[in-house]
């Protein structure tokens, strides 16, 4: 079902089958969000940001608090995934009573799509799902999300240094936003930047002309569903289709999703949003090898 039938003689990038994510992980441009199930419009959900205060205003908070599911516990379990090619440099498992870091690892992200190659960290892991010394592939399982270090509430905290950190518990306390900023990422921003940099690579396209995409219409349409090439989504679709991804043939039509304005649509091999806020389209859901859960 990957891809869908095929029929314009298409297959899929043999890198997908290193990606064991399964479904439900936001992805651009072959850069992942790493929380499974995180939401677009909200990946938060309460969590700590980037530069918010915690530790009663004595920490700039060095990352984001990434949680999926929509209540305290929803992502325990969960997968987290390599946003991008890296090394697994550390794999520290939690003594099982010190409050702090949990179960965590620190990914060597060195990827050329990387904006600028960044030492990416873990915490709170429930599980571990890769050795030290270990390559990883974008989108590969690193671990589970869970709540190791005494949260109550499992989470996915993330953080992306500049550069080799002083230790692997390296932690900001009393540090200003401004010493924050100088040696991490705002990974929100790490992330926008990369994608775009990614997209830009190995001359791969970035639009499509209207002649293109009124050609592409046939393949996607092949299932019964006439789409208007046109809309967002559809440029996303026949940009997808141009650059050897695969979206697959419609299955629906646009459709109202969730209470913020978006608009989805379901290919065979992938979900698209459209969010009015910003008018981007993102992936909301990859289908591998036939797995969307
Ligand atoms: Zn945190």
Redesign the pocket.
């Given at each position: 079902m990957n891809g869908g039938p095929g029929g314009l003689g298409w297959v899929p990038p043999g890198v997908k089958s290193q990606a064991g994510g399964g479904g439900g992980f936001l992805e651009q441009n072959g850069v992942f969000v790493p929380l499974q199930y995180t939401s677009a419009g909200d990946p938060l959900q309460g969590?700590?940001g980037f530069c918010d205060w915690?530790d009663n205003g004595r920490t700039p908070?060095p990352?984001v608090?990434l949680n999926s599911g929509g209540s305290c516990n929803a992502d325990e379990g969960v997968q987290v995934v390599a946003p991008t090619d890296g090394l697994v440099v550390a794999v520290l498992p939690w003594d099982g009573y010190t409050s702090g870091e949990g179960n965590h690892l620190w990914l060597y992200l060195d990827s050329p799509v990387c904006v600028a190659p960044a030492y990416m960290h873990f915490?709170h892991l429930q599980a571990f799902a890769v050795d030290e010394g270990q390559r990883v592939a974008a989108g590969q399982v690193i671990g589970t999300c869970g709540r190791t270090g005494n949260w109550d509430c499992a989470?996915s905290?993330e953080e992306i240094a500049k550069a080799l950190p002083s230790s692997w518990w390296q932690w900001p306390y009393g540090w200003s936003v401004a010493q924050v900023q100088a040696a991490y990422y705002d990974p929100g921003l790490w992330y926008q930047q990369t994608v775009e940099k990614a997209g830009g690579m190995n001359g791969l396209p970035m639009d499509t002309t209207p002649e293109e995409r009124q050609a592409m219409a046939p393949y996607f349409a092949m299932y019964g569903v006439s789409p208007n090439m046109e809309t967002a989504i559809m440029k996303r679709a026949a940009l997808a289709y141009k650059r050897d991804e695969t979206p697959g043939p419609c299955l629906t039509d646009e459709y109202p999703y969730g209470d913020q304005g978006f608009v989805r649509q379901n290919f065979t091999a992938r979900i698209l949003e459209w969010h009015p806020q910003d008018n981007q389209v993102y992936t909301v859901e990859v289908v591998k090898d036939g797995i969307s859960t």
């Open positions: 969590g700590y915690t908070h990352g608090d915490d989470h905290h």
